[in-house]
């Protein structure tokens, strides 16, 4: 591997995904830590909304799909919350009828991700049984490598 490949290879394509929780802020600030560290480009934050909310045979539409002005607001405080940590991003609210955890993957492989870095709650057992795991869905799932990232416990 020449040195220009070596070079590269330690500044990764960075995708965290986002959905303004304590995990998700932790994820971010690992992913700004990183940043800082490779001198990679722009964190590639994203925002996933699925359209059709679990347990719903129809439901009107015009009550869920976000806004023009409010995808844009959406935008605005992902790319504020990165620099609260000293980082650059993009940000990109995507609103499609999958899974959130398909619709991650698929936005991290189509922005060429190297690397995801995501909050995760830590559930297990029924709690995860119930609510489902996001988190696990794309370990299990992506192309590159995942770091999931835990709040710190408080008290």
């Known amino acids: 591997m020449n040195l220009a490949m070596q070079s590269d290879a330690m500044k990764p394509t960075i995708t965290v ?8 802020e932790e ?3 690992w992913a700004g830590d990183l940043q ?3 001198g990679t480009g722009p964190i ?3 925002h996933a909304i699925n359209s059709i909310p679990p347990g719903t045979i129809e439901t009107d539409l015009a009550l869920i799909v976000p806004t023009d002005d409010e995808i844009a607001a959406l935008e605005r405080a992902m790319v504020e919350a ?5 980082a650059t991003a993009s940000a990109k609210v995507v609103f499609a009828p999958s899974a ?4 991650i993957l698929d936005a991290a492989r189509s922005g060429g991700a190297d690397l995801i870095v ?3 709650h830590g559930r297990t057992g029924v709690k995860r049984l119930l609510l ?8 299990r799932h992506a192309h590159c490598p995942v770091v999931a990232v835990r709040a710190p416990r408080i008290g």
């Open 44 to 46: 590639q934050m994203v």
């Open 100 to 103: 959130v955890g398909d619709i």
């Open 82 to 86: 990165a620099r609260r940590y000293d």
């Open 118 to 120: 995501m909050g995760t």
């Open 132 to 139: 489902g795991s996001v988190a696990e869905h794309v370990l």
């Open 36 to 38: 800082k560290t490779t």
């Open 27 to 29: 994820a971010l600030r």
């Open 17 to 24: 995904p986002f959905d303004f929780s304590a995990t998700a």
